[in-house]
Structures are given as structure tokens and as C-alpha cells.
């Protein structure tokens, strides 16, 4: 595992965005408070249409969806997510082959991850004193 300061995840979420092609899934993992959320929002800003708009949270809508000029970029956050059905319900499991989805806490929707969802990105996050820890792993 590697550790980076605050500047460096934003470089990195940046050039992983930069080099992001539809489809794409971005799955982060770690603890409350590790960074998941602060790493999407370095992700997703560089690309948006709207400079004006605010990426926020998505823990209490479960899902916000951003126009970018990569196309629609899903920010999801499975946290309150507790079965596969509200996966189909929410309609995440199409979007990850027609769109960039950015996926907190994805633990629950990893066995319906078919092998045609090919551009997979697996991001675990931890947090030490302001020092985040970032790995970059393929499913």
C-alpha cells in the first residue's frame, strides 16, 4: 500500500479521470471517513459540463448522477444497500455497462458483476492522520 497526501489523491483521482472511457466502474472501498467520498469528488469535477455544479454525497439519495463530457457519471453509495433486488430497482446493474460509475461501499453488488463489465477499477482507501492510503487493483 502506498500513502499519499490530500494533493496527491486529487492528482490521482484526476488522472484516472482523465483516462476514464465509458463504461467504466469504479468500486472504492474503506472505513467511514476514508476518503471514498473525497476521492469521487476529485474524479468527478475535473469532468463536469456544469463548472457551477457541486458534487455531493450521495449516502442519503443512494445514487447522483452527473452529466460530464465523458458522458453520465453515477455516484453511488451502497452503504443502506441490503439486497440485490434494490440493486435492479435502483438500476445500477445496467448503468455499469452504459456509463462511468463510481461505486462506495460496492461489497453488495460484487457477485452480480458479470466478466462483461470489463474496465473495472477496485480503489481501497484508509486514513491515518490525514494520509491516505490508495491501492489500485482489477476484480
Request: glycine fraction near 4%; charge should be negative; aromatic fraction near 8%.
Given at each position: 500500500?502506498?500513502r ?83 440493486l ?20 453488495i ?7 462483461t ?23
Amino acid at each position: 500500500m502506498f500513502r499519499y497526501s490530500l494533493d496527491e489523491l486529487r492528482s490521482i483521482a484526476e488522472s484516472h479521470a482523465s483516462a476514464a472511457e465509458v463504461p467504466m466502474l469504479v468500486m472504492l472501498l474503506g472505513d467511514l471517513g476514508s476518503g471514498k467520498t473525497t476521492f469521487s469528488k476529485f474524479f468527478i469535477e475535473p469532468l463536469l459540463i456544469d463548472k457551477t455544479q457541486r458534487v455531493t454525497s450521495p449516502t442519503f439519495n443512494i445514487i447522483q448522477i452527473y452529466d460530464t463530457v465523458k458522458g453520465q457519471i453515477w455516484h453511488v453509495d451502497l452503504y443502506r444497500v441490503h439486497s440485490s433486488r434494490e440493486l435492479y430497482d435502483l438500476g445500477l446493474l445496467e448503468a455499469i455497462s452504459s456509463a462511468i460509475c463510481i461505486v462506495e461501499w460496492p461489497q453488495i453488488m460484487i457477485p452480480h458483476i458479470t466478466p462483461t463489465v470489463r474496465n473495472v477499477l477496485k480503489i481501497d482507501l484508509s486514513v491515518s492522520t490525514n494520509i491516505y492510503g490508495l491501492k489500485d487493483t482489477s476484480v
